[in-house]
């Protein structure tokens, strides 16, 4: 069985200040972790996954995660906000035993403070 | 190249109507994925085509919901039936063939949002 808790249903930053959206995973097996945006009328997009390689991990648009496993999270962060930072991102787990299921929490809408 | 393609983008129907889904995967993607997301809950996993063959189906809510993908191309979920507790926004994704989706990447749709008055 696998889950994930997104820590905060919102989040609002000033454009300029650092992003940190909170992500809890469970999984019976060895995970593999994703973070998903989506703005405003498009689809999700995929902005970085870990695979059981590097733990910190570095994707699109500035952001990154880092895969803790001692304390479960993988917590995405940027160092400074945009405005076009702005959308929906969910934090999504699969496991590692060719289980092809995405499980997605539930979302976190950030907002930017211009 | 065109990602993929969900139609409608918005169905409002009545309670016991029937509306049919189509998403066109990106081309040469034998990977294709239903999701649908409830208001307020999470993006749930509904089934899995891998070419014209249902891999995965454990996430159907119940048999008033009929999912399709003749030839291995484009693909068709049907509610019929629906009710009331459809109404959400439903994803289609799709990814390469032979490869897992961990090592992969599923590219999805911008959504069918589906109201049942």
């Known amino acids: 069985a696998q889950s994930v808790t997104q820590l905060d249903s919102h989040v609002s930053v000033s454009e300029g200040t650092p992003v940190l959206l909170r992500c809890n995973y469970s999984?019976?097996?060895?995970?593999?972790l994703f973070w998903y945006v989506q703005h405003p009328n498009k689809g999700l997009q995929l902005l970085l996954k870990y695979t059981s390689a590097a733990t910190l991990v570095k994707g699109i648009n500035g952001f990154e995660a880092e895969f803790k496993k001692s304390e479960t999270s993988f917590h995405l962060t940027k160092p400074s906000a945009h405005m076009s930072d702005a959308a929906e991102y969910f934090c999504?787990?699969?496991?590692?035993?060719?289980?092809?299921?995405?499980?997605f929490g539930t979302g976190t809408r950030l907002t930017i403070i211009p | 190249e065109a990602g993929v393609t969900q139609f409608p983008s918005h169905s409002v129907i009545e309670k016991g109507q029937t509306v049919t889904l189509r998403c066109d995967p990106i081309s040469g993607h034998d990977n294709l994925y239903w999701y649908r997301r409830v208001m307020g809950k999470e993006i749930k996993f509904l089934l899995h085509f891998v070419k014209e063959s249902k891999q995965d189906e454990s996430g159907m809510p119940n048999n008033r919901f009929l999912a399709e993908r003749t030839g291995g191309t484009y693909s068709t979920l049907k509610v019929q039936p629906a009710e009331l507790e459809d109404s959400g926004v439903y994803f289609c994704?799709?990814?390469?063939?032979?490869?897992?989706?961990?090592?992969?990447?599923?590219?999805f749709g911008q959504g069918t949002r589906l109201t049942v008055v």
């Open positions: 994704a799709s990814s390469q063939m032979g490869q897992v989706i961990r090592d992969t990447e599923a590219f």
């Open positions: 999504v787990v699969t496991s590692n035993f060719g289980n092809e299921k995405l499980t």
């Open positions: 999984s019976s097996y060895s995970p593999s």
